[in-house]
C-alpha cells in the first residue's frame, strides 16, 4: 500500500467487496467514500455469505479500523442493523467502526420521494434501488442537508428538519399513494440515532489524514462503477454520487497525490441492474447462460442483473478517466464451458468506428459493438490457484484483455471464496 483505492470499473457489482476483503488482510484501515446503502457488497468465507452496504469490506479483519467517510450517504437504521448482524456473527464494531461526522444522512421522506419519483420518470426512469440516495444527495448539493455532525446542535436540526418537511410533505399530499411525515416523530427518532451514532462519529478526514500521515496502510473502497459516476457514467442512467476516483478525493479528504495505486475491478464479462444503455447485452440464450452460471441476482434488491459480453471500450474508458493503475479480474470461473467468448473492441456505425465511450447516451443510437471472438475452455477453474494452471485459452483471453485495455490484470478470482484468487 499505503494508500490503494479500489473502484468498480463497470456498472456495479464486480466482485469489490470479495478484493477488498481479501486486500484488507494487509490494511489498518479501510474507508468508504461515496454511495449508500444502494450498495451491496458480498464476502464469502466458507458456508457464510456476508452482504455489507455501509460498513467497508475490511471488518471481517479483526485489527483493521474501517471508517464510512465523508461522501457517503447514511440511512442509520440500515448502519445499526448492519452493526447488529456484524455483532451477533462475532464481528466487533466496538472502537473499530469510525462514522464522518460530516456523512450525510437519509430520512425515510428521502426514501419515499426516490420510490415516487421512480415510477414518476417514464422513459428517464431510471431503476434506482429507492433506498433515497438521489434524493440525498440532491439535498446535499442543496445544501439543506443534515449531516451527522448537525444532529447535535438540536435547535438548528429541529428548524432544518422543519424546513424539509414543509417541503416534502407539500410536495407528497398531492400525490394519491404517497406517505407524509411528522414532525415529532422524526424529530424524537433521530435524535435517539444520535445517540447511538455518537460513539461511532468522528472528523473522518483528521482521522484519515493521520493514519496516512504516520505510514498506516490506507484501502479505499468505492461502491457501484465507473459508469455509474454522475459526470462520467451513462447519465441519466447513473447513481448521484461520484463513484470514481474523483469520488475517492472528495469522499475521503485525501489529496489525489496520496493515492499511490488505484485497482479497478471488472467481472470477466458485463452485467447491469437497472436502466440505461448497455451495448454488449445479450438478450437471448447467451445472457441467460451468464445469469444462471454466474448467479447474476442483485446483492441489495434481487433484482436479476443483465448480462453481457465484456466491454472494452468501456473498460479502456474508466482506466483512462479513473487513473486506473491494475484491474482485477472476477468470475472467470463463470465463462467455463463457453465454446466461444467475445470481447467488444470498438462499436461501429456504418464506415464510422468509436473506441472511446460516448458522451451523450443518444450517441449510442445505431452504434454495434465490434467484437473480438475467441475460444473457450472446458475445464473448471474453480480451485486453480497459479495463473500458469489456467487452461492456455484462459491465458489467451487474459493477454488479449490486458493488450487492448493497456493495463496489467494482476488479480483474477475463480470463484467467490476468499481462497479462490490468483494473485499475479
Ligand atoms: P460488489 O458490489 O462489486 O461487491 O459485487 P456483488 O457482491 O454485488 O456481486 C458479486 C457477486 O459475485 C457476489 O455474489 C460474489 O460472492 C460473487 N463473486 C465474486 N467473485 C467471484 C468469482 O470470481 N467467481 C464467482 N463465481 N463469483 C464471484
Ligand atoms: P455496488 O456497490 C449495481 C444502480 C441502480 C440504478 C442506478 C441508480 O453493489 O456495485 P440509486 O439507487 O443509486 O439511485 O440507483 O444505479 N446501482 C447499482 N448497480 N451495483 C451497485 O452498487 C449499485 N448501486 C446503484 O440499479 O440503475
Ligand atoms: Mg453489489
Known amino acids: ?44 468465507v466458507g458456508n457464510d455469505q456476508i452482504v455489507l452496504h455501509l460498513v467497508p469490506s475490511g471488518i471481517l479483519h479483526p485489527t483493521t479500523r474501517c471508517v464510512v467517510g465523508n461522501g457517503v450517504v447514511v440511512d442509520p437504521e440500515v448502519f445499526f442493523e448492519e452493526i447488529d448482524f456484524l455483532n451477533q456473527g462475532g464481528v466487533s464494531t466496538e472502537g473499530r467502526l469510525f462514522l464522518s461526522d460530516r456523512a450525510h444522512l437519509i430520512f425515510p421522506f428521502h426514501r419515499e420521494i426516490d420510490r415516487i419519483m421512480e415510477s414518476d420518470r417514464g422513459v428517464r426512469s431510471i431503476g434506482t434501488t429507492k433506498r433515497g440516495i438521489g434524493p440525498a444527495y440532491a439535498d446535499k448539493a442543496k445544501r439543506w442537508g443534515v449531516r451527522l455532525g448537525d444532529l447535535y446542535d438540536e435547535d438548528m436540526f429541529a428548524a432544518t428538519l422543519r424546513m424539509h418537511l414543509d417541503e416534502k410533505n407539500a410536495l407528497l399530499e398531492k400525490l394519491p399513494d404517497a406517505q407524509t411525515f411528522k414532525f415529532e416523530e422524526l424529530y424524537e427518532r433521530f435524535l435517539g440515532y444520535a445517540k447511538r451514532l455518537a460513539p461511532y462519529a468522528c472528523d473522518s478526514v483528521a482521522v484519515i489524514h493521520e493514519a496516512a500521515r504516520s505510514g498506516a496502510r490506507v484501502l479505499l473502497e468505492g461502491a457501484q462503477g465507473a459508469l455509474l459516476d454522475l459526470d462520467f457514467g451513462t447519465y441519466p442512467f447513473v447513481t448521484s454520487s461520484n463513484t470514481f476516483t474523483g469520488g475517492a478525493i472528495t469522499g475521503t479528504g485525501l489529496p489525489p497525490k496520496a493515492l499511490d495505486r488505484v485497482i479497478g475491478v471488472t467481472k470477466a464479462y458485463t452485467t447491469r441492474v437497472g436502466e440505461g444503455p448497455f451495448p454488449t447485452e445479450e438478450l437471448g440464450e447467451v445472457g441467460e447462460r451468464i445469469q444462471v452460471a454466474g448467479n447474476e441476482f442483485g446483492a441489495t434488491t434481487g433484482r436479476p442483473r443483465r448480462c453481457g459480453w465484456l466491454d472494452a471500450v468501456a473498460i479502456r474508458y474508466a482506466v483512462a478517466v479513473g487513473g486506473l493503475d491494475a484491474l482485477a479480474l472476477t468470475k472467470l470461473d463463470v465463462l467455463s464451458g463457453f465454446q466461444e467468448i467475445k470481447v467488444a473492441v470498438a462499436y461501429q456505425r456504418g464506415e464510422e468506428r468509436l473506441s472511446w465511450y460516448p458522451s451523450v447516451i443518444d450517441t449510442h443510437k445505431g452504434f454495434e459493438p465490434v467484437y473480438q471472438t475467441f475460444p473457450g475452455w472446458s475445464e473448471k477453474i474453480d480451485a486453480v490457484t497459479k495463473f500458469e494452471d489456467l487452461p492456455p485459452n484462459a491465458v489467451g483471453y487474459i493477454s ?9 490484470i494482476s488479480i483474477v478470482s475463480v470463484g467467490p471464496e476468499r481462497d479462490q484468487v490468483i494473485f499475479r
Not at 494487509?26 to 468508504?32: E, P
Not at 488479449?400 to 496489467?408: A, D, H, P, R, Y
Open 1 to 44: 500500500m499505503p494508500v490503494e483505492c479500489v473502484v468498480g470499473a463497470q456498472w456495479g457489482d464486480e466482485g469489490k467487496g470479495k478484493i477488498i476483503d481479501l486486500l484488507s488482510r494487509d490494511a489498518d484501515y479501510v474507508v468508504r467514500f461515496q454511495g449508500g446503502n444502494n450498495a451491496g457488497h458480498t464476502i464469502r
Open 400 to 408: 488479449f484483455l490486458e493488450e487492448t485495455i493497456g493495463v496489467k
